[in-house]
Nanobody
Framework: QVQLVESGGGLVQPGGSLRLSCAAS????????MGWYRQAPGKQRELVAT???????NYADSVKGRFTISRDNAKNTMYLRMNSLKFEDTAVYYC?????????WGQGTQVTVSS
């Protein structure tokens, strides 16, 4: 069983920045493929970014150039740095991990972009 705990969400003005963190349990964190999804009110959950165990990254077109996903295997933590935030980035952000073909999800953290 893998537990994922997100933190770092909050209220930010358009153009601002936030950094989300996802702390994971387990002794084999470096082998996990991980990522961030988000879900806005009334919309389906969508992929934001992913990072493989080898550090390869992938981003949704809507966040390319503004968001950066990274991981620190020594701290069992994944991050999402979000810059130049827009109103449409408002959503609950979820961390996920693929551990040997099984998906695990965090509880989500709210990001609200508002003036």
């Amino acid at each position: 069983q893998v537990q994922l705990v997100e933190s770092g969400g909050g209220l930010v003005q358009p153009g601002g920045s936030l950094r989300l963190s996802c702390a994971a349990s387990g002794s084999r964190f470096s082998s996990y493929a991980m990522g961030w999804y988000r879900q806005a009110p009334g919309k389906q959950r969508e992929l934001v970014a992913t990072i493989t165990s080898g550090g390869y990254t992938n981003y949704a077109d809507s966040v390319k150039g503004r968001f950066t996903i990274s991981r620190d295997n020594a701290k069992n933590t994944m991050y999402l740095r979000m810059n130049s935030l827009k109103f449409e980035d408002t959503a609950v952000y979820y961390c996920y991990a693929d551990v040997a073909g099984r998906d695990y999800w965090g509880q989500g953290t709210q990001v609200t972009v508002s003036s």
